[in-house]
């Protein structure tokens, strides 16, 4: 399943892993430095909350189109042009900032414009690995791939931006204006095309071609409960990080060093699961990694809402870091495998588009939750929610199910001007 040692991932791989890194790095620092520049200019708590909207709207708007976009058109040439859009807005913004021109709205408009092409490229992006990689490396460059943009994004994009922040407003969304310039040219650099589309002439309404994705996706009983189980997952864990603050300095005693650790320790998490993830799934097979996950997700709802250690705590968030690094690994290298590449965009954006509506109910409702029944309920609400989806979807994951979608999966579709993947 892990592939043999003589099958590497390859310099086309490389050059795709080394775009989303530095992505992900400039990503990290805008979204550190955005909420900074709104502050500094204003107190309104609803200007301020805005930029969350900001942040997860084009995700629901675009989500679904998007992916239909991804499977029209060359995936790597898609690429390289939203990340020259990016950059040109962003150095707009810069530039503005320079001159003291800036204000909250054009700092919100460009972002808008930013997550939008985020949505977009991020689908792109897992559309392009199965055909840059040999198929049997697919967990390990999942790995990777998820490993650079944890270590960016989450452990080093928040404190530089940050730093860079006070140097200058500006700083910061420069450099991410050069992080997504160096993407750009990294993916350019990658060899062949990248359709996998129908034919022009076989395209239908943007509608029309969503609801093929979305009908292929729900045939598929291992896909369709996995897209499902994040979406709905989603929707309690990010209730219980919304207001995991409240928990930290009111129950945990921490104060904000300790809570920006708890953080930390989910990024450590990720960042060991994303490294050796391959071998573990090759050790305890995809079944037991999807099985033991979601006993992890109700112990980890549990330890927040039972104890009141911030070692437990932050033990159970480092596991659960590592648990969602081997989740997102096996998910993405199921779906890689079993979706037929013309409908990769589609499918792979119908499950960004739960994974994010799951995001927004559970960012409302955690804030709902707490309010009416105390701190810890949305903790205990999320550990009945993980016993019961364990009970109704344990037999789904068996291993005879799980290995036949190993055996039988799509083959990736070649570039058509190949290159080599010593």
């Known amino acids: 399943m892990t592939g043999t040692a003589g099958e590497r991932l390859g310099a086309r791989f490389a050059r795709l892993w080394a775009a989303s890194t530095m992505s992900a790095l400039g990503s990290g620092m805008a979204t550190v430095a955005a909420p ?27 989500a679904l189109p998007g992916g239909v976009l991804v499977d029209r058109v060359d995936r790597g040439r898609l690429m390289v042009v939203i990340d020259w859009v990016r950059v040109a807005v962003l150095m707009v913004l810069a530039a503005a ?86 993407s750009a040219v990294l993916v350019g650099l990658l060899a062949g095309t990248y359709r996998g589309s129908l034919e022009p002439g076989r395209r239908r309404s943007v509608r029309a071609e969503v609801a093929e994705g979305f009908r292929w996706l729900l045939s598929q009983r291992l896909l369709r409960t996995m897209t499902l189980l994040i979406g709905m997952l989603n929707v309690t864990l990010t209730a219980a990080l919304a207001v995991l603050v409240l928990l930290a300095t009111d129950r945990l005693g921490l104060g904000s060093v300790g809570y920006g650790a708890l953080f930390t320790c989910i990024a450590i998490g990720g960042l060991l699961g994303s490294a050796v993830g391959d071998r573990l799934v090759a050790a305890i097979t995809a079944t037991w990694t999807i099985r033991i996950g979601l006993l992890i997700e109700a112990g980890l709802h549990l330890a927040l809402a039972a104890s009141r250690s911030a070692v437990v705590v932050g033990l159970a968030l ?86 036949a979608a190993y055996a039988s999966g799509s083959a990736p579709a070649a570039p058509e001007t190949p290159a080599s993947v010593a």
């Open 97 to 182: 900032m320079v001159t003291d021109r800036a204000g909250v709205a054009l700092l919100y408009a460009v972002l808008f414009v930013v997550n939008t092409g985020e949505v977009v490229f991020r689908t792109a992006a897992q559309a392009v690995v199965p055909a840059v990689v040999p198929r049997s490396r697919l967990e390990r460059a999942n790995g990777w791939l998820g490993g650079g943009t944890q270590v960016m994004q989450n452990m080093v994009a928040g404190p530089l931006g940050g730093f860079l922040f006070v140097v200058a407003p500006a700083i910061p969304f420069g450099v991410n204006a050069g992080t997504y310039a160096l």
């Open 36 to 62: 900074l520049y709104v502050a500094s200019r204003t107190d309104d708590p609803l200007i301020v909350s805005a930029g969350a909207a900001v942040a997860w709207l084009p995700w629901l708007l675009f």
């Open 318 to 403: 480092f596991v659960f870091g590592v648990h969602s690094a081997l989740w997102n690994m096996v998910a993405n290298s199921l779906r890689q495998r079993l979706t037929p590449p013309a409908l990769l965009g589609r499918v792979g954006s119908t499950n960004l588009f739960l994974a994010a509506g799951g995001n927004c109910v559970g960012a409302l409702l955690g804030g709902v939750v707490a309010n009416r029944f105390g701190i810890t309920a949305p903790y205990w609400v999320g550990f009945v929610v993980a016993l019961v989806v364990i009970a109704v979807t344990w037999r789904v994951f068996d291993r005879a199910t799980v290995a």
